[in-house]
């Protein structure tokens, strides 16, 4: 991995990436990853991955609004939300979980938000 930048360019490193393929099955199946033991014959994934080497990954900081997710497939935007600690369990994840789809449903104007897996971690204390 190489890094570089300079005071008037975004600091960037070159690495390699890996990246969902595109390949003609996922024209009429999605992409998917099983997390529990697939029924007999049904394989726990059908996600095909590319390797890209030299791949160019510059640092966003302070350059946040040069991107859209129109033009760019994503964007960065604040989101105030209230706090909540491992010690409250399910209730604070509950609450997270709601206060997400809230935003998700404001920030893309969305008729429907449903969150269907979501991972909490809680780093070791």
Do not use: C
């Not at 003609?24 to 999605?30: A, F, H, N």
């Not at 697939?38 to 640092?59: L, S, Y």
């Not at 105030?80 to 509950?94: E, F, K, L, Y």
């Amino acid at each position: 991995m190489e890094t570089t930048g300079g005071q008037d360019s975004m600091d960037h490193i070159i690495t390699t990436a890996r990246y969902l393929d595109k390949i003609p099955l996922y024209d009429s199946e999605k992409p998917y990853v099983m997390r529990r033991k697939p029924p007999p014959g049904v394989p726990n994934t059908n996600v095909q991955m590319r390797d890209f080497p030299a791949t160019t990954i510059h640092d966003a900081r302070g350059h946040e609004t040069r991107f859209s997710i129109r033009s760019h497939g994503f964007e960065f935007r604040q989101w105030p939300h209230a706090p909540w600690s491992a010690t409250n369990g399910q209730d604070s994840v509950g609450t997270y979980l709601e206060q997400v789809k809230a935003f998700l449903t404001s920030a893309f104007e969305a008729d429907d938000v449903r969150i269907f897996d979501h991972r909490v971690y809680f780093p070791e204390i």
